[in-house]
């Protein structure tokens, strides 16, 4: 199995970044997938899950400014990420749900500066 994650980069405060999450080796459309985060110092933390048949959930810090989605046709998952914040800054991983360890990719860096 592969999720290779893509499109981070480095922004200011406000703007905006579209993530992307290639799978391989998984019945991807049968699969809830999330996107995941890593601060410096801080343990991982969840961001956003989509379920197989397209519903959402979102954690509260990125209600209302990320928006997850998918193409199951792709077999990719995406994250747009609107108004970031200093503190969305970190090393963004996607993974199915629930995680499954052997799953994490090398993620992709976002920093957010002020």
């Known amino acids: 199995v592969q999720l290779q994650a893509s499109g981070g980069g480095s922004v200011q405060a406000g703007g905006s970044l579209r993530l992307s999450c290639a799978a391989s080796?998984?019945?991807?459309?049968?699969?809830?997938m999330g996107w995941y985060r890593q601060a410096p110092g801080k343990q991982r933390e969840y961001v956003a899950f989509?379920?197989?048949?397209?519903?959402?959930r979102y954690a509260d810090s990125v209600k209302g400014r990320f928006t997850i989605s998918r193409d199951n046709a792709k077999n990719t998952v995406y994250l747009q990420m609107n108004s970031l914040k200093p503190e969305d800054t970190a090393v963004y991983y996607c993974?199915?749900?629930?995680?499954?360890?052997?799953?994490w990719g090398q993620g992709t860096q976002v920093t957010v500066s002020s």
């Open positions: 080796g998984i019945a991807f459309s049968l699969n809830a």
């Open positions: 989509i379920t197989s048949g397209g519903n959402t």
């Open positions: 993974n199915r749900v629930p995680t499954v360890p052997g799953y």
